[in-house]
């Protein structure tokens, strides 16, 4: 079979033309040939079968910078990436659900919230320089409605940037909103600690960034807001949940099916942010989930000096040992120093209990 016209090759491929110039423009589908008179483009046979990959993935709703890097996998790496992404898709679907659930329980009246009065919270923080730091840029904060840490880059401006992000989202603390606006509320702050944090920047060309990952409660709804690559865990009923995703250029890799999870701790560019506070335009992207909070419940959030260190197995074991939150940071922080504790360690638990 000879070469294919954009018309012909679009139906065999159950494209249209306007795809297929698309897909060129982008280079992730050139056509073998171009008429030099017509300007007609031509399609090898062969090609339909990576056409008809494209096609699928964008059905399922791939982005086409993802579509790109899949195409370019064998396909065992290439299965593993689908795979990869249709799990983020599918756990970002539930959480919308979830979250669509609770607003339709608060706007009906038909909610189960508890009020502000039925639980409690008891809190611990440690902020540490690590074995092999001479200045810490790590943060922590905890109180009876707000718990961050955020984690500013190595050098100058690190350590205001981490204080300034968290410092704006105290101020968000005597805001007494509806659950349903707790989202809303974080994500205005997260923006206005980005504009803070660039507006740290000096004649140093280092810009500082942070990470930033906090929870904001009310009543009995906490919401979450992350950026970076410091961590947010819950234990509930025995079992360690991580309720964030790193933002680095490995996690990528992972999502990707790029990179096996299990190298990822060992990989030499594990900590370069491809998200964080300060950086970049106007705006940051940040995740955002509300979550409802039981009695029992214990949080941990933690810059990646403890996380970096320590595998969810023992993080697990440590929040889980007697005592309260004293006794857990307590536990967290010997190990980080235990295994070195190369960078900053700072980390928050809280407890949430019956008021």
């Known amino acids: 079979m000879g070469l294919l016209t954009i018309g012909g090759f679009a139906r065999a491929a159950r494209l249209t033309p306007k795809a297929l110039r698309l897909y060129d423009k982008l280079g992730l589908l050139r056509p073998a040939a171009v008429d030099p008179e017509s300007g007609y483009r031509l399609y090898e046979p062969a090609q339909l079968e990576r056409a008809r990959l494209i096609a699928s993935l964008r059905r399922i709703g791939m982005p086409l910078a993802e579509i790109g890097a899949v195409c370019g996998l064998r396909p065992e790496a290439a299965a593993e990436a689908v795979d990869a992404y249709w799990q983020r898709i599918a756990a970002d679907t539930a959480e919308r659900g979830r979250l669509a659930t609770l607003l339709v329980g608060d ?8 009020d502000h009065h039925t639980l409690a919270v008891r809190h611990a923080t440690r902020c540490e320089i690590g074995a092999a ?3 810490n840029e790590d943060a922590a ?3 009876e409605r707000l718990w961050a840490v955020a984690d500013g880059m190595r050098g100058p401006g690190g350590a205001a940037a981490s204080t300034a992000a968290i410092d704006v989202l105290r101020a968000l603390e005597p805001a007494d909103v509806p659950a349903a606006e707790l989202l809303a509320l974080l994500a205005g702050g997260v923006d206005e600690a980005h504009r803070a944090v660039r507006g740290l920047a000096v004649e140093d060309p280092h810009q500082p960034v942070t990470t930033l990952t906090a929870l904001l409660r009310s009543g009995s709804r906490v919401a979450l807001v992350h950026v970076g690559d410091s961590r947010a865990y819950l234990l509930r009923d ?3 949940h991580g309720l964030t995703r790193d933002h680095t ?7 990707a099916g790029r990179l096996a999870p299990e190298a990822a701790a060992a990989h030499p560019q594990r900590a370069v942010l491809v998200r964080a506070i300060g950086a970049g335009g106007e705006h940051v992207e940040a995740d955002l989930a ?4 039981r009695p029992g419940d214990r949080y941990l959030l933690c810059s990646d000096g403890l996380s970096a260190m320590i595998d969810p197995a023992a993080v697990r074991e440590a929040l889980g040992g007697v005592g309260g939150p004293d006794e ?4 967290l922080v010997a190990l980080a120093y235990a295994a070195g504790a190369p960078d900053n360690v700072a980390c928050v638990v809280a407890d949430v209990v019956a008021g």
């Open 249 to 255: 250029y490995v996690q990528s890799l992972v999502d």
């Open 133 to 135: 730091r001479d200045s």
């Open 328 to 331: 857990a940071v307590d536990r």
């Open 107 to 114: 706007l009906s009246g038909k909610g189960s919230v508890m």
């Open 141 to 143: 904060y905890a109180d």
């Open 290 to 293: 509300l979550r409802d909070a």
């Open 238 to 240: 025995g079992e360690l």
